[in-house]
């Protein structure tokens, strides 16, 4: 699934590891996630959308 | 801030997130095990059969009460991961325990069919249904499948 974690991330400078520290999820997820390998459950997209106040859709795309 | 998830890594000695606190919590109850299983299945192996029944059936049920609460401490520690951690330590485990038990089975059907006695007829029993050699098995299955599925993420 393509996503702009890693645009979202860079705009607010913060580093993969603040990212992970604000889910609560290791520093190896965000890096699993940026680089698609891993596609996040739904919970987790929703946590990312509120945190970053943007629907889903404008995060993640199938 | 979330509470910082469980690590794979807090129990792979040499990594950098390594801790032998962590790595007994999760694995304290299994080595407990080991170390019964060793000394009663290998090393006082003599000793041990001359005891009565029910001191050997202690030994027996003291290794298995310890392997039941090292799984449960197992699934606290998987409980504690997030979820790709989860999905991977969790996979692996399942694999560890698969291969060690297929294994073991396997091993004794040979042993049963005499192909061990055929190829050295001098040695006695080729048994490995202990929970020291299960121990080394599980060791060895679960960081060559922890390896092989946490490539697929790095």
Redesign the interface.
């Known amino acids: 699934m393509k996503n702009k974690l890693r645009e979202l991330r860079a705009a607010k400078e913060w580093s993969q590891s603040d990212l992970a520290d604000k889910l609560g999820v290791s520093r190896q997820t965000i890096n699993a996630i940026e680089t698609e390998k891993y596609d996040p459950s739904l919970p987790l997209a929703f946590k990312v959308a509120r945190l970053f106040h943007l629907p889903i859709e404008d995060i993640f795309e199938p | 801030?979330?509470?910082?998830?469980n690590?794979p890594d807090e129990i792979w000695p040499g990594r950098k997130d390594y801790s032998w606190r962590s790595d007994v919590k999760v694995n304290g109850w299994l080595i407990a095990a080991t170390l019964i299983s060793a000394f009663g299945d290998v090393i006082y192996h003599n000793a041990v059969s001359q005891w009565s029944v029910a001191g050997r059936t202690a030994l027996v049920i003291a290794q298995f009460a310890a392997l039941a609460l090292w799984a449960r401490s197992l699934v606290c520690w998987i409980r504690g991961?997030?979820?790709?951690?989860r999905r991977v330590t969790g996979g692996a485990v399942l694999f560890a325990v698969g291969a060690t038990f297929f294994f073991i089975m396997l091993w004794h059907r040979l042993d049963v069919a005499g192909l061990f006695r055929a190829i050295f007829p001098g040695r006695g029993s080729w048994d490995i249904a202990t929970v020291t050699h299960a121990f080394l098995l599980i060791t060895f299955f679960y960081f060559l499948s922890s390896s092989l599925l946490n490539r697929?993420?790095q």
């Open positions: 801030m979330n509470t910082r998830p690590l991961m997030d979820e790709l951690h697929r993420y």
